[in-house]
């Protein structure tokens, strides 16, 4: 409760402070985090050693600083950007490769942006009700509830559908697809331990088939994306060209090649500047070694998401 108190108090000064300021006090209070959590910046350190093993110890403890920073200026973010009008965004925010997006609509089977935890988030959230777009995210579950519901609060204020993890959360995803709108995906965690193996930065981990599983089964078409903060206080959207899906057939072996490029497209992004990398948990197992896997490649379930929600072949 404490996270809800404190997001609460921050959201009733947040109007009554220059944004300058908040970012200042998020850097204060992301270097404290970092200090104070042992857990959070061990499992940073050890997702460091992946993504930068050639770097020095010190390198990579400035590095697991600014993660923290990050994450806890995406909270600040998440506060802030609800109340900041379209033509303000437009003036924070630079787009490239915007077309890929209207190009991928024009089918009318809707879009998937795949993305990662990776710089301002909240920023690729908005983008698509700036734009006068219907879009669509999925909320994690996270406790206790009212924490959740908060939660659910600030992104709708956003002007994006958030899909709730629950038994009615694929009928409202295929719905909004079917709508030809957005459905925006972080995929970068395998928070309900139903992924599939893949090779990110050299080394095995499991990462969401659903993204792809959703891409194969509705025609939408797969764009990768990422944002990033400038030093200027602005930020970056990359949106790359729609991921040309492999399909020979073999339903099983499409999933996890198609999974294979996904994961490597999130290693391109998060390589550009891992301290942007907004991701406490840790990403790679101690011991990186696999029997068979469950989910889709075993012909019962599918992560749809992130976390928390799957669907059956039977559907």
């Known amino acids: 409760?404490?996270?809800?108190?404190?997001?609460?108090?921050?959201?009733?000064?947040?109007?009554?402070?220059?944004?300058?300021?908040?970012?200042?006090?998020?850097?204060?209070?992301?270097?404290?985090?970092f200090l104070v959590n042992g857990t959070a910046r061990s499992n940073v350190m050890a997702n460091l050693d992946q993504v930068l093993p050639g770097a020095s110890r010190a390198h990579k403890l400035r590095?697991?600083?600014r993660v923290c920073e990050t994450v806890v200026t995406n909270y600040y973010d998440l506060l802030r950007i609800r109340s900041i009008d379209r033509d303000r965004i437009s003036d924070k925010v630079e787009i490239e490769g915007l077309e890929h997006i209207y190009q991928a609509l024009e089918?009318?089977?809707?879009?998937?942006?795949?993305?990662?935890?990776?710089?301002?988030f909240s920023v690729m959230a908005k983008?698509?009700?700036?734009l006068g777009l219907t879009a669509g995210i999925i909320?994690?579950?996270?406790?206790?509830?009212?924490?959740?519901?908060?939660?659910?609060?600030?992104?709708?204020?956003?002007g994006i559908e958030v899909i709730p993890p629950d038994a009615g959360s694929?009928?409202?995803?295929?719905?909004?697809?079917?709508?030809?709108?957005?459905?925006?995906?972080?995929?970068?965690?395998?928070?309900?331990?139903?992924?599939?193996?893949?090779?990110?930065?050299?080394?095995?981990?499991?990462?969401?088939?659903?993204?792809?599983?959703?891409?194969?089964?509705?025609?939408?078409r797969l764009i990768p994306a990422s944002t990033y903060r400038r030093q200027d206080g602005t930020s970056?959207?990359?949106?790359?060209?729609?991921?040309?899906?492999?399909?020979?057939?073999?339903?099983?072996?499409?999933?996890?090649l198609n999974l294979q490029i996904v994961a490597d497209h999130l290693e391109s992004m998060i390589a550009v500047d891992p301290g942007q990398w907004g991701v406490l948990q840790r990403i790679w197992p101690p011991q990186t070694t696999y029997g068979r896997s469950e989910g889709i490649g075993s012909g019962e379930t599918a992560d749809c998401r992130t976390g928390g929600n799957r669907f059956s072949r039977e559907h």
């Not at 921050?10 to 970012?23: E, Q």
């Not at 983008?127 to 700036?130: A, R």
């Open 170 to 220: 694929l009928r409202k995803i295929l719905d909004l697809l079917n709508r030809n709108g957005i459905l925006l995906l972080a995929a970068d965690r395998d928070v309900t331990n139903q992924g599939l193996p893949v090779h990110l930065f050299g080394e095995e981990t499991r990462l969401p088939s659903g993204p792809v599983v959703l891409a194969m089964r509705t025609g939408a």
């Open 236 to 256: 970056a959207v990359h949106l790359n060209p729609p991921i040309e899906l492999i399909d020979s057939g073999d339903r099983a072996s499409d999933v996890r």
């Open 1 to 33: 409760m404490w996270l809800l108190r404190i997001l609460k108090l921050v959201a009733i000064l947040t109007p009554l402070i220059p944004a300058s300021i908040g970012y200042a006090l998020c850097s204060v209070v992301g270097t404290a985090f």
């Open 127 to 130: 983008l698509p009700s700036t």
């Open 63 to 65: 590095t697991a600083r």
């Open 107 to 120: 089918a009318g089977r809707g879009a998937i942006i795949v993305s990662g935890h990776i710089g301002n």
């Open 139 to 158: 909320a994690e579950r996270v406790e206790p509830p009212e924490l959740f519901n908060y939660m659910v609060r600030l992104r709708s204020a956003m």
